[in-house]
């Protein structure tokens, strides 16, 4: 037996049938959360602020400085608050092997002292985000006359929205009787 790929040739007609077959796809943005959209719009100032960059160095060859501060302040927005999307998703980086090994009771006891653990830590951070906030919040930007604790505030949020989800996180965990640490494939759909 061959193992080359039969191809046969496909005429335009069938080619458009197979759009009419499809339909329209259901779009269901019910999926996003509230982050998801925050994290959105703060991604496309920054965009928009790189996109100008760009252009006033390489077309105007005359650029705008703070178009540069600009951009690196909203890629801390998006990062700390779209790591509240992956603290929902529970799609930050883990290591579930050791679960496969361990007795149901032991797993579910690890992962539920993961869990503390995690909640502890955002609760940790918000008040380290919020402290520092105080100190130095006043400060100006570098190149614009704007203060520097809208950023810190965008974090402060991203921690707040974390630890609200690894409550949530938590709560679905201990209703369901096991996390994605020890049954990934419940979560990636390949359990069956």
């Not at 940790?124 to 520097?148: C, H, Q, S």
């Amino acid at each position: 037996m061959s193992t080359a790929e039969l191809h046969r040739q496909i005429t335009a007609d069938e080619i458009a049938h197979t759009f009419e077959e499809e339909g329209t796809p259901k779009v269901d943005l019910g999926q996003y959360a509230f982050e998801d959209w925050v994290a959105l719009a703060i991604f496309w100032v920054m965009a928009l602020s790189v996109f100008l960059q760009f252009f006033t160095r390489y077309v105007l060859n005359d650029s705008y400085a703070w178009t540069e501060e600009i951009a690196t302040y909203c890629l801390i927005g998006v990062v700390f608050i779209g790591s509240s999307m992956c603290v929902r998703l529970s799609r930050h980086i883990q290591v579930d092997l050791i679960y496969r090994y361990l007795p149901h009771l032991v797993a579910r006891a690890l992962s539920t002292v993961i869990d503390v653990i995690r909640i502890v830590f955002f609760a940790y951070a918000v008040r380290l985000v919020w402290i520092y906030i105080k100190v130095i919040g006043d400060e100006p930007m570098t190149t614009i006359n704007f203060p520097k604790n809208y950023v810190y505030y965008a974090a402060l949020l991203g921690f707040v929205l974390m630890l609200g989800r690894s409550i949530q996180v938590a709560v679905e965990n201990w209703r369901r009787g096991y996390s994605i640490l020890e049954r990934p494939g419940a979560f990636d759909g390949t359990e069956g």
